[in-house]
């Protein structure tokens, strides 16, 4: 097969199409979704010079959508048919998303219509229409039609809007991708990992944020500790510390950094700095995939709290200064988090997006199958990392000690590119299947029978779905009765002789036998056993080198981690960290409670397997704090972080004449990357095809 022009070798799938379908149901468009690597808008090259570059046998990154039907890529001209005519289908950015004054906003019903038009639909071209509000979207034929209600000019053809349409964005935009009060989603007074399921499963309320950093950025005050305080408080969102007049909001730490006077013509009229919408990011650093080169106008406590030192002396001492300059404010000042996060990503068994009952089951694709952590009644303390942290008048970097969520990450990867990458997903798809008579774990969502459409209800309009653990999909009375589809399901045998059905002797059953903590059964099968781990290299080993025609693959169980910062939540300051929590008895060793705990990363293997030149253990499986933190320390700066001239991130590479310039970077480029480890991030998105290969262009400011 050709390479794909623009793309990481380890992720041939990934496309520049593929990307917007998929990740542009979170990114709002403009940059990728408008133009192509060489700055030309996307809709301008016909289908006919798109055709003739495969002809040459070359495949235009951004113009080449991988066919799962055909499995291989097809020319894609961005087009798109609405009605009787045909229309360009890229995507400007959004700005109904932000700036949409109508109740399907707040509803969240903006960001669901918004998302079936990109992902569901692939229309690109309508997705800010259909958050906005403005037009219902026929879903067979992508024409809109129009609430003239809103109309305030009738004298004028077409809709004419003003403020009672576009206003200031505020957190309720925000929380639509960034998390919100969606805590207790389906309104039964508590917050279970049942909530969880459902923001990680419904399209209406899928928040990243929440699984990686168990961000709730607004909160009820029904949910309090003993003390009064609301459990997800954010201290700056809470009038009762803060005072009425003094709570802040997103955009209030997120202000855009300055921009360049845009001059006459610009709309209203104006001789000041016009904002823009390069949003100052938070510093959390690389382990987000946000490069040095992108952190100017970072958002950080010390842009409000201007003398941290002089703040921290009444309880500090002298020592408030070294304090200062080695622990970021998070650290102590988050306290506990009272949310579920995602602890252990497992790629070695991912979910299976399957539709169907317990006799029909089509697979759909693969979803990441995650681990939750936490405990939302008492409380969990972050984690910890070491993360360098660069002054940009000096270029000295200093490395601090920041809250983290350690999450683990569990994978297979083979060498049959040349090194060692993870496994691609179709592989996956093919060693890993799915029995509906052996015992899994699945999740079902309630339809209506008669449409066959997912039922949505409660105040929040959320879809009611079940989790069933170690139980058997054939038996499952909810799916007989008619009312209930699969929705998600974890493979339950390793297909050894590759016929696509369970044969006992041959193929090897995936048992529940451990769990994240205390080794306990989970209700969740795991390839953990000598057995299962073997069966499974050997499987996919076989699998690769059909595909491939490569004699000499070897295929590797790896058990990795990152490190995703958590920034938000901060608690009162009389609920942040004692001295005691990091020092215990002593003033000069962190012997404390806070930093000598372990915390779990993935569950436990046999011993043989362990000890086995097949398993590469880039991390322990329970290390201390303070180790994970030295630990992620010394990946970072082995990628090139923490150096005066910084030699990690994103690094463009100009290839020949008709080579696109490639974009790769250590984590993998950023976006949704899921991993610190060096090519991890852009290998383990090409599994999903999560991440755009783009490059960033960015001008440099006078």
């Known amino acids: ?73 097809v020319p894609y001209d961005w087009k798109v048919q609405v009605g009787n005519q045909t229309i360009n289908n890229t995507m400007a950015p959004a700005c109904f998303l932000c700036h949409s004054k109508l109740d399907s906003i707040k509803s969240h019903n903006g960001i669901l219509n918004y998302r079936i038009s990109v992902a569901k639909l692939h229309y690109l071209a309508g997705a800010d229409t259909a958050a906005s509000g403005l037009a219902q979207l026929n879903m067979s034929t992508k024409e809109f039609t129009y609430n003239t209600s809103l109309d305030v000019d009738n004298s004028i053809s077409g809709i004419q809007i003003n403020h009672n349409v576009i206003g200031k964005a505020n957190d309720q935009h925000c929380s639509q991708c960034h998390g919100g009060g969606w805590d207790d989603i389906n309104g ?8 969880f ?204 000690l920041k809250s983290v969520n350690a999450m683990g990450v569990l994978y297979f990867e083979d060498n049959s590119q040349g090194e060692f990458k993870p496994v691609l997903a179709r592989y996956l798809a093919k060693a890993f299947r799915l029995d509906p008579n052996l015992p899994t774990k699945y999740i079902i969502a309630q339809i209506d029978p008669t449409t066959g459409k997912p039922v949505r209800t409660g105040d929040k309009g959320y879809i009611p779905m079940k989790v069933k653990k170690n139980s058997i999909i054939a038996n499952d009375s909810d799916l007989q009765s008619g009312n209930w589809t699969l929705w998600r399901a974890l493979p339950n045998y390793i297909d050894v002789n590759l ?89 000069n060793v962190l012997t404390g409670e806070f930093f000598t705990r372990t915390t779990p990363l993935y569950f436990t293997y046999d011993s043989d397997v362990l000890s086995a030149p097949y398993f590469d253990k880039k991390v322990d499986q329970s290390p201390t704090e303070l180790s994970f933190a030295d630990h992620v320390k010394e990946e970072l700066i082995e990628m090139g972080y923490g150096a005066e001239t910084p030699q990690g991130g994103n690094q463009t590479q100009t290839t020949s004449e008709n080579q696109t310039t490639s974009t790769t970077g250590g984590g993998g480029g950023g976006g949704c990357s899921l991993s610190t480890t060096p090519g991890l991030g852009g290998a383990l998105s090409g599994l999903l095809g999560l991440l755009p290969l783009i490059g960033l262009r960015r001008k440099r400011r006078k």
């Open 188 to 195: 039964d007074g508590k917050i279970t990992p049942m909530d």
């Open 499 to 587: 016929n696509g059905q369970y044969d006992e002797g041959v193929d090897v059953q995936i048992k529940d036998d451990t769990g994240l903590y205390k080794n306990a059964p989970d209700g969740a099968p795991e390839i953990n056993t000598k057995e299962e781990v073997e069966a499974a290299i050997q499987t996919l080993t076989k699998i690769i080198s059909q595909a491939t025609g490569k004699s000499d693959v070897t295929v590797k169980l790896a058990a990795s981690s990152d490190a995703f910062a958590m920034t938000h939540n901060i608690r009162p300051a009389s609920e942040a960290l004692k001295c005691s929590d990091c020092h215990g008895r002593s003033e």
């Open 197 to 400: 399921v459902i923001q990680g499963k419904d399209p209406k309320f899928v928040q990243p944020d929440f699984m990686k950093e168990a961000k709730v950025w607004f909160f009820s005050e029904n949910f309090a500790d003993e003390n009064g305080v609301p459990k997800n408080v954010e201290v700056h969102q809470w009038a009762n510390y803060v005072g009425a007049n003094n709570v802040k909001g997103c955009v209030d730490c997120h202000q855009p950094v300055k921009h360049d006077y845009i001059g006459e013509g610009y709309f209203p009229n104006t001789t000041v700095l016009a904002p823009s919408h390069d949003f100052a990011k938070g510093n959390a650093g690389p382990a987000h995939g946000v490069m040095w080169h992108q952190m100017a106008g970072s958002a950080k406590c010390e842009n409000c709290h201007t003398d941290p030192v002089s703040l921290h002396e009444s309880v500090m001492g002298p020592a408030a200064k070294t304090h200062m300059d080695k622990i970021a404010c998070t650290t102590c000042h988050i306290g506990k988090k009272y949310f579920y996060r995602v602890k252990l990503i497992d790629w070695t068994l991912p979910l299976w997006i399957v539709s169907g009952n317990n006799t029909s089951i089509t697979f759909n694709g693969l979803d990441k199958n995650g681990y939750l952590y936490g405990d939302p009644a008492n409380g969990t303390w972050p984690d910890v990392a070491w993360f360098p942290q660069r002054d940009f008048n000096t270029g000295e970097v200093t490395w601090k």
């Open 1 to 73: 097969m050709a390479p794909v022009e623009g793309t990481n070798p380890g992720t041939v799938d990934l496309t520049t199409p593929n990307y917007a379908f998929k990740c542009g149901m979170c990114h709002p468009g403009g940059g990728p979704l408008e133009k192509d690597r060489n700055d030309n808008f996307l809709y301008e090259k016909t289908l006919d010079e798109i055709q003739s570059i495969f002809d040459s046998g070359k495949i235009p990154g951004d113009y080449a959508l991988w066919s799962s039907k055909d499995k291989k890529f």
